[in-house]
């Protein structure tokens, strides 16, 4: 499981240092892919098969297509290298607005990745009583 918050940056050559709290759960390989909200998702080998998975059991629908061309396409495996770094895709880093200052967020079974200005923007967590009020409909509780 992922959790937590840790900032890093980029530097020329689109290289980002992984957290080292994250490194040993992702193991030497695993999966960046586009995200939600305007992130990047990180997958261990794992999950990012259970993730697949899901996608390959959605009814054969062009909302479905869509959203398994969107996770595929933009996919990449990496590993990280000796000095803890990533090489994200240009494609990506474009897609996710990573340019200089980022955020690397553990959320449950993945990993977040986020230009620090979007995830500023998009998280400010004013709402969290109303957002958890709501999900008690789901069964969650507090």
């Not at 080998?45 to 061309?69: D, H, I, Y």
């Not at 590993?79 to 449950?108: C, N, T």
Request: hydrophobic fraction near 40%.
């Amino acid at each position: 499981m992922f959790m937590g918050e840790y900032d890093h940056s980029i530097d020329t050559k689109g290289r980002i240092i992984v957290p080292a709290k994250f490194r040993e759960s992702l193991g030497e390989e695993f999966v960046v892919t586009q995200g939600l909200d305007g992130c990047l998702f990180v997958y261990p080998n794992s999950e990012w098969e259970n993730f697949v998975t899901e996608l390959k059991n959605l009814p054969g629908n062009k909302e479905a297509r869509q959203l398994q061309r969107y996770f595929m396409a933009g996919a990449a495996n990496l590993e990280v290298d000796k000095q803890g770094r990533i090489l994200i895709p240009s494609k990506l880093r474009e897609s996710a607005g990573l340019e200089k200052e980022v955020v690397f967020v553990g959320v449950l079974s993945k990993i977040e990745i986020w230009a620090k200005d979007r995830w500023e923007s998009n998280n400010s967590f004013d709402n969290m009583d109303d957002i958890a009020e709501n999900m008690s409909s789901f069964g969650l509780s507090f």
